[in-house]
Nanobody, 129 residues
Framework: QVQLVESGGGLVQAGGSLRLSCAAS????????MGWFRQAPGKEREFVGA????????YYADSVKGRFTISRDNAKNTVYLQMNSLKPEDTAVYYC??????????????????????WGQGTQVTVSS
């Protein structure tokens, strides 16, 4: 079992930046692939980005590519989402998720919600225009 707790959300003006954190506890963090998803009111939860368990590969949705950066610190059991050049359409609840699929986590799986085994409670990000 893995517990995930997101933090760092808040209200920011368009063009601003935020850094979200997701702290994990319960199992060996470095064994897990980590993803970020978001859900805006009335919309489905969508993929934002992900990072492989080794940190060697990252994946991003087209809508955030070039603006958001995912990183992880396995010594601190934490994954980060640095969000720059924020837009009002980035407003959503942001969730981190963990996958224990190990070596059978292929690149096409990272955007799939079903590939993740554990989810945090989410943190609200609001971008004002």
């Amino acid at each position: 079992q893995v517990q995930l707790v997101e933090s760092g959300g808040g209200l920011v003006q368009a063009g601003g930046s935020l850094r979200l954190s997701c702290a994990a506890s319960g199992r060996t963090f470095s064994n897990y692939h980590m993803g970020w998803f978001r859900q805006a009111p009335g919309k489905e939860r969508e993929f934002v980005g992900a990072i492989r368990w080794s940190g060697g590969s990252t994946y991003y949705a087209d809508s955030v590519k070039g603006r958001f950066t995912i990183s992880r610190d396995n010594a601190k059991n934490t994954v980060y989402l640095q969000m720059n050049s924020l837009k009002p359409e980035d407003t959503a609840v942001y969730y981190c998720a963990a996958s224990n699929r190990g070596s059978v986590m292929y690149s096409y799986m990272y955007p799939e919600r079903g590939a993740y085994d554990y989810w945090g409670q989410g943190t609200q990000v609001t971008v004002s225009s």
